[in-house]
Structures are given as structure tokens and as C-alpha cells.
């Protein structure tokens, strides 16, 4: 069974508040927190908000061209940091797995 957990401000949102599922009558649950490492170009991080996917995407789009400009010279610092030699970007993500039966 697949539940979705809505934002809530006394959640915590790690392993641990996952572990709430247990107080809502779901039996063996259970939760892990996923990593791993993302690697792709500068612009092919930059191609979703560039092309207006998803809400940041919309966002930027919807932004004067200065702002935009100003919006791309901050990803530009801050992408900076994940790239290594060959320019490629390593970028950490985590997720949690959370599972319980009824």
C-alpha cells in the first residue's frame, strides 16, 4: 500500500516521523531513508526551470527577462559548487521509503 503523507508543520521529515504510521493502526511499519548522487550537465539541470516544467519552472518563466537573468546567475554560482573537473554536477538527493500493512 502506497500512503501519502501531506506536509505538516509537527511531522518531522525523517525516518522517525515516517514511524508515525505505526499510531494509525498500519501494522510492521517501517521506514528508510534512500541517498544517492544525481550527476548531470549544468544545463540539462537548468533545461526543466529554463523550459518551464513543474512549479519553479513556472515560476522563472513567469519572471521579467532582467529576474530570469538574475535567477540563471544564481544557479550558475550555486551549481558551481556540485561540478567537478569535467564541469559535471553531483547532486546529493534522499528520500524516504515508508511502508506499513493494513
Known sequence: MNVAVAPSPGLPRDAHGMGLMGSTGLREAACETLRWDHRASADEWWSGPATG?????????????????AIKRHFDVFS???????????????????????
Open 80 to 102: 558551481s559548487e556540485f561540478a567537478d573537473s569535467d564541469g559535471v554536477l553531483t547532486l546529493p538527493h534522499a528520500a524516504l521509503l515508508a511502508r506499513a500493512l493494513r
Open 53 to 69: 516544467v513543474a512549479f519553479g519552472g513556472q515560476m522563472v518563466q513567469s519572471q521579467t527577462p532582467q529576474i530570469r537573468h
